[in-house]
């Protein structure tokens, strides 16, 4: 393949924005790739830009009715790390770039511009599925965000479900001696959403004080609260079981199954001793969806076979690819993981 060439040609559509922005993937400059890969990134960053350009002239915005459950089974949404960047700089263009590339909607980090980011998804009929959202343990005057009653009142009516990362610098991770703190502020934020017949998550991270999966089984077990469950994130839980992932996966989820709201995957890497060592993890356990030998079907058909049919997300987090490219490599991967399991 010479640098320049055409490669493809786009399929006939009614829509000159998807015409256009096929022509970004299609129409893709081969580089020589000894050499230019951060040119091949500027033009991809470029041409991206014009597709989104054109699409603001000519899409069609579509608004949608909301449900507090989604319709469709494992609805396919993206991390906000993975969409937001120095061009794709605002909730609009981020919304956009998703519909093109056909994904049903995004997550959130944070409650600031929310009004806005709902907007731009119903102005695309697209949903928000879920908030990263911090509970910080060593504020018990407000370890929340103060807004969050306003936040539930917005995502009434709606099948988000904001995730809650739980931290302390105080207590250690998995200090199951410090339950009764968590619990408490979770009961609270549960009791709240349930005024809006809103459900909320607990977010399992590796090195948080909700470290693992059986952290976050352990707090909503005592909390006791139907509206509140977990997420089940494939990277913290590689990052968190290292090598014995193979064998302790089946029976981790099996234990989740009965709280699991929603999932998480991308592409990744098996864990071995060296990746283990490695203090960048990430690149190993984070890499578009397809990519990587550790076999992410696997891993989501084994909820799927169980019963689950909630939201799925893509986590992008470090990734370096150009935002467009990148997620259109994983939307392709989720259609083949659809087919498979349809």
């Not at 991206?48 to 000519?58: H, V």
């Not at 077990?221 to 079981?241: I, S, V």
Request: aromatic residues 12%.
């Amino acid at each position: 393949m010479q640098p320049g060439q055409i490669i493809g040609r786009p399929k006939e559509s009614s829509n000159r924005a998807e015409m256009v922005f096929s022509d970004v993937f299609v129409y893709w400059v081969a580089v020589d790739y000894s050499g230019n890969k951060k040119k091949a990134m500027r033009t991809i960053s470029i041409l991206s830009f014009f597709a989104l350009l054109t699409y603001s002239c000519f899409g069609q915005g579509e608004s949608k009715e909301h449900s507090p459950v989604a319709g469709d089974r494992y609805p396919f949404f993206v991390f906000n790390n993975g969409v937001k960047d120095a061009i794709y700089d605002t909730p609009e263009k981020q919304v956009r770039l998703l519909k093109l590339l056909g994904y049903d909607g995004m997550e959130k980090k944070g409650a600031d511009d929310l009004a806005e980011t709902l907007a731009a998804l119903d102005k695309n009929g697209l949903e928000l599925y879920t908030m990263y959202l911090n509970i910080d343990l060593d504020k018990p005057e407000q370890p929340y965000d103060p807004r969050m009653k306003e936040v539930f009142a917005m995502l009434e009516g709606r099948p988000a479900m904001p995730w809650f990362y739980i931290t302390s610098k105080i207590y250690k991770p998995s200090s199951a001696e410090n339950d009764s703190l968590a619990v408490a502020i979770l009961r609270e934020l549960a009791d709240m959403a349930a005024g809006y017949g809103i459900r909320i998550m607990v977010y399992p991270h590796v090195n948080f004080w909700v470290d693992n999966v059986d952290d976050a089984i352990r707090v909503i077990e005592k909390a006791g609260r139907p509206n509140l469950g977990l997420t089940f994130n494939l990277c913290h839980y590689l990052a968190d079981q290292g090598t014995k992932a193979g064998e302790t996966l089946i029976p981790a989820i099996e234990r989740a199954m009965p709280h699991v709201f929603a999932i998480s995957l991308n592409g990744a890497d098996k864990p071995t001793p060296a990746i283990m060592k490695d203090p960048d993890k990430w690149q190993y356990f984070i890499q578009p969806l397809g990519e990587g030998d550790y076999d992410t079907f696997s891993y989501l058909n084994a909820f799927i076979s169980r019963g689950f049919k909630g939201p799925v997300g893509l986590q992008c987090f470090a990734l370096e690819e150009e935002k467009s490219s990148h997620l259109k490599k994983s939307m392709e991967a989720w259609k083949g993981f659809k087919e498979q399991i349809q």
